[in-house]
């Protein structure tokens, strides 16, 4: 069996089967707005939507689990997706999560890792045989409720090489940083909220007024690895202001939408990180089990 396959098997047996919803990240909310680079994002890279003028994006807001109808206040990763529509017809992902770094290294990793959480007793021993994946799972535990999608900060996970006019290379990682602060909610007072307080509350907000997030890259030094998600790059490596999101409305529906990170553009790409890399078949894997009539 194709190893997108199992995975996709291991994640049902945790979440269950939801026709229709996708596999992760199944609740969420689904915005449109525009993206406009800063002339530092143009400089280090030829890709279209960095060039500086508006480009018009679709972005879904989400809460990590394959559980369609969760608490929107239940403790799990939040996530961000944004859908470039450039210019010449052809369109170009980010995907962030709430977490700067990711459990595991491989998608073989990623499969053990998924069935030992239908399975208590082997939670222990995959952490103890995989310490890199334990900054990550203390990370998710100890994070508290987010207040608003658009008071959270989001990160790519995985590192990308742009590619200037000229031929320059630089490897970056990027994170979204909202323009409205950082909030979060004890879990009581979440947990007093409706559970769909989150698309409730990102829906209205957007409604009053634009909903804007700030693009950060970070640089990587010579070392810094490029194809690990689970290593952070130090703090004090350079970043750099690239650009603004800046969201108007709601979208009528984003559903059957797919958003890969792998989806890029001329300028820009991808690094050698073996869950990067697979992350495209899994995604056809999943929407294909979606719609499938």
Request: net charge negative; glycine share 6%; with cysteine.
């Amino acid at each position: 069996m194709d190893i997108a396959q199992e995975l996709l098997e291991a994640i049902h047996a945790v979440y269950g089967l939801h026709p229709e919803h996708r596999s992760l990240h199944a609740k969420g909310s689904c915005l449109t707005g525009t993206f406009t680079a800063t002339p530092t994002a143009g400089r280090l890279t030829r890709a279209a939507h960095m060039a500086g003028e508006p480009v018009p994006v679709t972005v879904r807001f989400s809460n990590g689990t394959g559980t369609p109808h969760v608490h929107d206040g239940a403790m799990d990763g939040r996530g961000l997706a944004i859908k470039f529509h450039l210019p010449d017809g052809t369109t170009t992902d980010f995907v962030g999560l709430t977490l700067p770094v990711f459990f595991v290294r491989t998608p073989e990793d990623l499969l053990e890792f998924t069935r030992a959480r239908t399975d208590p007793e082997a939670v222990g021993p995959f952490l103890a045989a995989h310490p890199e994946t334990v900054p990550a799972v203390t990370m998710q535990l100890s994070a508290l409720p987010r207040a608003s999608y658009a008071q959270t900060t989001f990160f790519g996970i995985h590192a990308f090489k742009f590619v200037a006019a000229d031929g320059t290379e630089t490897w970056i990682r990027y994170r979204w940083q909202p323009d409205a602060g950082e909030e979060t909610l004890a879990q009581d007072e979440a947990d007093g909220r409706s559970a769909d307080y989150l698309q409730d509350e990102v829906r209205t907000r957007v409604e009053r007024a634009p909903i804007t997030f700030t693009l950060f890259l970070q640089l990587a030094d010579d070392g810094d690895p490029t194809d690990d998600p689970t290593a952070q790059w130090p703090d004090e490596r350079e970043q750099v202001e690239a650009g603004r999101l800046e969201l108007t409305a709601v979208a009528e529906d984003c559903e059957r939408l797919v958003f890969d990170p792998m989806r890029l553009t001329d300028g820009i790409e991808p690094s050698d990180d073996k869950i990067l890399r697979a992350r495209p078949a899994a995604y056809s894997v999943s929407i294909e089990k979606r719609f499938k009539s």
